[in-house]
């Protein structure tokens, strides 16, 4: 992450928590200010605007997820190790909800982020893939042709709309428990494609059941 | 449908010909009311601003596709039957892509709109449901526990997110093909519970090199 005064680091704390609480359109600049305490000349002189702080969270979130994308899990046989690793994106993806809940309007606003949200995207199906490959190579998986590619999309797709499908279905803020169910749906999209005796489904199951 | 005069339906159909086509945020009632070539006064007659076209043409398409989500399939087990099927509520939603480019916004601005679609979400997860539940008892498909549920949620949520999906990746206009492609990627969901021996995938991959 890039150096910044301690103020900047304030304003874009505060801005982050009223966003993801609040809902970024019913947050203006002036707000962020009278929360920190200081004036709104004063959060001027640091940041022009709303927008410029979303593209600097955004910055934090690109390096934060790129970084978790690119990192392989260690042992993909193990639902353990899968459910830590899934658990750390949907987390990741959790702390910047305000933009997840509204991508579509934000990127529309300032599009100096479309490309680089694209590029996530596409890193997001990049790593579902090199996982699936992993243990298809692996012997574990078997997939029929195209199935593999639209089981990647699929993941990404999860990654990308699952806390928007939970506001539009519910209408409440998602609680943090919304992260395991996450994970249970991805995870429960690769069993059918288990080759083993017991299934994933099955091995899901007891791991859920154990963890409690 | 409900009864309307012949200049409100013209005003429906262009605003949601300039929605679909230029966004629904670029377009103000000016805008609307000079392409049929009436004055802003006249259109404010029949509605009072954009929110009012919105919400009207929210309640045709609300009428269409709950039509659709509840005739069921006649014969499931056909990938032919399914494929018409699914079609039809990707051409629904295609028609109607404006609302579901940016959902959240729209149901943010105009909360009438909220339970009535959350209404629309619960109702596409039925369908999905008794479909699946269809074919498991006629001894086609097999679930592990949890399976089914969550395989008619991702349905759901594909049905939902499909066209957003493409505008977030690609950020071009959805050409009319992307129906196709969104029918594909709903039936190799549902592949790998196929019970006989010749696999759903294969039927599919047949069936789609047939069409062409």
Redesign the interface.
């Known amino acids: 992450m890039a150096e910044r005064s301690k103020t900047k680091e304030k304003i874009l704390r505060t801005a982050l928590g009223l966003f993801n609480n609040e809902?970024e359109?019913a947050v203006s600049s002036v707000d962020i200010a009278s929360v920190i305490g200081i004036s709104p000349g004063n959060l001027y002189y640091h940041y022009k605007g709303k927008d410029e702080i979303i593209v600097e969270l955004f910055a934090d979130f690109e390096e934060e997820i790129r970084q978790v994308l690119s990192s392989p899990v260690r042992e993909p046989l193990k639902i353990e190790d899968n459910w830590v690793y899934l658990y750390i994106i949907f987390e990741e993806i959790f702390d910047f909800r305000f933009f997840y809940?509204?991508?579509?309007?934000l990127?529309?606003r300032i599009p100096a982020l479309?490309?680089r949200?694209?590029r996530i995207?596409?890193l997001k199906e990049q790593t579902a893939l090199a996982l699936l490959s992993t243990l298809e190579s692996q012997g574990h998986l078997k997939f029929?042709?195209?199935?593999r590619d639209?089981l990647a999309?699929?993941i990404a797709?999860?990654f990308?709309?699952w806390l928007?499908?939970h506001?539009?279905?519910?209408?409440t803020s998602p609680p943090k428990s919304l992260i395991d169910q996450g994970v249970f749906?991805t995870l429960?999209?690769i069993?059918?494609?288990w080759t083993h005796g017991k299934?994933y489904?099955?091995l899901l199951?007891d791991f859920v059941s154990e963890k409690g």
Chains 1, 2 share one sequence.
């Open positions: 809902g359109s809940k509204n991508q579509s309007e990127i529309d479309r490309n949200f694209a995207l596409s029929d042709d195209g199935e639209a999309g699929r797709q999860h990308t709309f928007q499908y506001d539009l279905r519910h209408g749906m429960i999209q069993t059918p494609y299934g489904a099955e199951k």
